[in-house]
């Protein structure tokens, strides 16, 4: 069973950034793809980002390309996502998520994929 935490949430003007980390439990996480996610009450979550576990194929949802980047540090057992140029509409609990196995339909933005889920983390964003 994967824990993952998640840190790095707050408040944030716009066109500011922030910095969210995601902390697996697993040892093993580096063999995890890993993902972040978004939800707005009242909304479906959202994709956002995807990376493998090698770290050297990342995914962007079309809102967030150019301006998010993730990343991550498998000595640290952690995934990033630094998030520059925030917008209001922006503003959403963040999710990170992780899957064993990279689909192979590449369906890596369905949340359906994703076996372990932190607890979110708020982020906020004012105009």
């Known amino acids: 069973q994967v824990q993952l935490v998640e840190s790095g949430g707050g408040l944030v003007q716009a066109g500011g950034s922030l910095r969210l980390s995601c902390a697996a439990s697993?040892?093993?996480?580096?063999?995890?793809?890993a993902g972040w996610f978004r939800q707005v009450p009242g909304k479906e979550r959202e994709f956002v980002a995807a990376i493998t576990w090698s770290g050297t194929s990342p995914y962007y949802a079309d809102s967030v390309k150019g301006r998010f980047t993730i990343s991550r540090d498998n000595a640290k057992n952690t995934v990033y996502l630094q998030m520059n140029s925030l917008k209001p509409e922006d503003t959403a609990v963040y999710y990170c998520a992780a899957l064993r196995t990279w689909p192979s339909s590449r369906t890596y933005y369905r949340d359906s994929e994703y076996e372990y889920w932190g607890q979110g983390t708020q982020v906020t964003v004012s105009s």
């Open positions: 697993e040892r093993t996480f580096d063999t995890y793809a």
